[in-house]
């Protein structure tokens, strides 16, 4: 199995270095840049498994490279910040980051987390499919049909552009039709067992599933969670 690549992308040469050393040590071949606009460069020439990606850039920041990578990869991304603002975690996570560190960090921390980043990836991918799409046998009348392997939605025929955590949620909700789910396990099961960020993340994100899917029977249980109320009529289209 190869090594997996990963990119760091932080003006602070130091953070670079430092950052390098500790993954070198663990087996990854790594690669930094200083800006987004190098980032970019090398996401077309030399795309890595995962971004280590600092908010605080020169010219393009953090979130909008972050925003422009999600419309073309899925590719795991840890955000990395000065600032410990509630606001600027859930912003990153909401533009499609799979984890947030504040600065000053432990490098042992980072390396801790990009493995449980990198497993959660590869666990995702060798299952294959994380959820069974619905109505794969009659795509154009149905209310929602995930590709798993192209990580595409459509919804009655027409394709629907979702980030990698509305992916994930849709996914999993349709793995498990009627069952409901706490914000909670939500949470742990999205971001992880090692987020502690407020539950409000998951109800914007499910506000914006509704917003894009407005036929989805996506329920909230009041004072619990979510679920996705299937019945034979919705299997029907």
Known sequence: ?????????????????????????????????????AAIQLN????????????????????????????????????????????????GLELGSDDYLTKPFSPRE????????????????????????????????????LDKEKRFVYSFGTEVEVTAKEFQVLSLLSEHPNRAFSRDELLTLIWGDDYFGSDRVVDDLIRRIRKKLDHIPLETVWGFGYRLRISEGNREG
């Open 1 to 37: 199995m190869r090594p997996f690549h990963i990119a760091i992308v932080d003006d602070d040469p130091n953070i670079r270095q430092i950052v390098e050393a500790y993954f070198q040590k663990e087996g990854y071949i790594t690669r930094s840049v200083e800006s987004a606009e």
């Open 44 to 91: 077309e020439t030399e795309p890595p498994d995962l971004w280590v990606l600092d908010i605080m850039l020169p010219g393009m920041n953090g979130y909008e490279f972050c925003r422009r990578i999600r419309t073309e990869s899925e590719t795991p991304i840890i955000m990395i910040s000065a600032r410990d603002e509630e606001v600027d975690k859930i912003l």
């Open 110 to 145: 980072l390396v801790a987390r990009v493995n449980r980043a990198l497993r959660r990836w590869e666990r995702m991918n060798n299952r294959g499919e994380l959820a069974p799409s619905l109505e794969n046998d009659q795509p154009t009348g149905s209310f929602l049909v």
